[in-house]
């Protein structure tokens, strides 16, 4: 008996002295190892139009693969591919579905260039730290994408045009690819401690910065449990010719385990709560619809 309580006692005190112990929590990715992500998100959007209310029930999937190709101290370039970008919407004015892994037929023009979205690589630099630096290739990833647009016929060029360069803009494809890593503390922590960081979020017509709190919850020699909330804060649009703009507003909760070796999350899962206005321009006239967002998210490794 006095045997095992001995043993009790040492693995408790292992375990107090473990959850006591700073973290310097780190990138650490093997170089040309593959890694693979997935995000999914599922969104029920309730619109008030005429005082009458409209939901939108909408899910979209995005499979990413990514590998370190070279590291200079403590940035890392890592070569991206958007292996499957999948969208479902289901309103009372129609149902659409898209997915960049289907070869797209002749005449659907923006998902065949979709499909080439999901062929070419781009190349970010972020720090071991999870900060988002930018991107080395984008240029030349963007023009193999337009180059599709030779197959478009003249009179559907235009319109196709600008739906792929909302999906193709810088910011937008960095908001696809910062929320993977910006989780990292600035320095060592332990069990309890708080931090902040920050991303941008563009996309979906709507353009803002995301405010996470971060807590270290439960670890263990392999894994770290991160408790967070965030706050979305929209930005204006400052394009004079957009014919359509989100003033959004409103918080997440939710839970992420990281692998304490690599740094990189093993899963996460989220609930959002948006609110605000979507306002429609159209021949000089203006048109104010509020809306309510309910959203759950969840990444997890593949």
């Known amino acids: 008996m006095k045997q095992l309580l001995s043993t009790v006692l040492a693995l408790t005190l292992s375990v107090v002295t473990f959850s006591q112990s700073t973290l310097n929590l780190k990138f650490n990715l093997d170089k040309e190892k593959v890694y693979k992500m997935k995000s999914i998100s599922n969104q029920n959007i309730?619109?008030?139009?005429?005082?009458?209310?409209?939901?939108?029930?909408?899910?979209?999937?995005?499979?990413?693969?990514?590998?370190?190709?070279?590291?200079?101290?403590?940035?890392?370039?890592?070569?991206?591919?958007?292996?499957?970008?999948?969208?479902?919407?289901?309103?009372?004015?129609?149902?659409?579905?898209?997915?960049?892994?289907?070869?797209?037929?002749k005449t659907e023009y923006l998902e065949q260039l979709m499909?080439?979205?999901?062929?070419?690589?781009?190349?970010?630099?972020?720090?071991?730290?999870?900060?988002?630096?930018?991107?080395?290739?984008?240029?030349?990833?963007?023009?193999?994408?337009?180059?599709?647009?030779?197959?478009?016929?003249?009179?559907?060029?235009?319109q196709i045009q600008k739906q792929i360069d909302m999906v193709l803009k810088e910011s937008a494809i960095q908001s696809m690819i910062e929320p993977l890593f910006a989780y990292m503390p600035d320095k060592s922590v332990k069990t309890g401690d708080q931090w902040e960081t920050s991303y941008s979020l563009v996309g979906g017509g709507v353009t803002g910065m995301i405010f996470n709190t971060i807590t270290l919850g439960n670890l263990n020699d392999q894994t770290a449990q991160l408790n967070f909330v965030s706050e979305l804060e929209s930005m204006p649009n400052t394009d004079e010719n957009?014919?359509?703009?989100?003033?959004?507003?409103?918080?997440?909760?939710?839970?992420?385990?990281?692998?304490?070796?690599?740094?990189?999350?093993?899963?996460?899962?989220?609930?959002?709560?948006?609110?605000?206005?979507?306002?429609?321009?159209?021949?000089?006239?203006?048109?104010?619809?509020?809306?309510?967002?309910?959203s759950q998210s969840e990444i997890y490794k593949q």
């Not at 991107?135 to 023009?143: I, Q």
């Open 46 to 105: 309730v619109s008030t139009y005429n005082g009458n209310a409209v939901t939108t029930v909408s899910k979209s999937a995005v499979s990413i693969s990514y590998k370190l190709i070279s590291q200079d101290n403590d940035m890392m370039s890592i070569e991206f591919r958007f292996d499957t970008i999948q969208s479902k919407t289901t309103s009372p004015m129609g149902n659409r579905e898209t997915n960049s892994a289907i070869i797209a037929n």
């Open 115 to 158: 499909n080439r979205f999901s062929t070419y690589p781009i190349v970010a630099k972020i720090s071991k730290t999870g900060k988002f630096s930018g991107f080395e290739n984008y240029k030349l990833f963007r023009d193999n994408i337009i180059l599709g647009l030779d197959s478009v016929p003249e009179n559907k060029k235009n």
């Open 242 to 294: 957009a014919n359509m703009s989100f003033d959004i507003n409103g918080n997440s909760t939710g839970t992420m385990t990281i692998d304490i070796k690599t740094g990189l999350i093993i899963n996460h899962a989220d609930k959002k709560k948006y609110s605000g206005t979507l306002t429609i321009k159209n021949q000089g006239n203006e048109m104010k619809i509020p809306m309510v967002i309910d």
